[in-house]
């Protein structure tokens, strides 16, 4: 089993910044791909960030060049850096830690708010 515990949300004032962090532990391994996913109140989730385990990053288009996603060396903690925030960012946010090669293998922390105020 794997724990994800997710940290750094708050309120901030458009145009802030804010970094989120999410600890793994438990069983982890080396292969996972992590995640962060926000969701308005109302709103579906969204996925938000993607780091690959090679490294490689995606992100959704509404926050391509203002968020950072990022990992510790040991991977087991993922980070997103939120820059330039608006108010449109508000939403509770999740981090979810899968392996693409065993489907059972998916875990999501409890989610954080983050709120932004205009």
């Known amino acids: 089993q794997v724990q994800l515990v997710e940290s750094g949300g708050g309120l901030v004032q458009a145009g802030g910044s804010l970094r989120l962090s999410c600890a793994a532990s438990g069983s982890v391994f080396s292969g996972h791909t992590m995640e962060w996913y926000r969701q308005a109140p109302g709103k579906q989730r969204d996925l938000v960030a993607t780091?690959?385990?090679?490294?490689?990053?995606n992100y959704a288009a509404s926050v391509k060049g203002r968020f950072t996603i990022s990992r510790d060396n040991a991977e087991t903690t993922v980070y997103l850096q939120m820059n330039s925030l608006k108010p449109e960012d508000t939403a509770v946010y999740y981090c979810r830690m899968y392996y693409p090669v065993f489907s059972s293998l998916d875990y999501w922390g409890q989610g954080i708010q983050v709120t932004v105020s205009s």
């Open positions: 780091i690959f385990s090679g490294g490689n990053t």
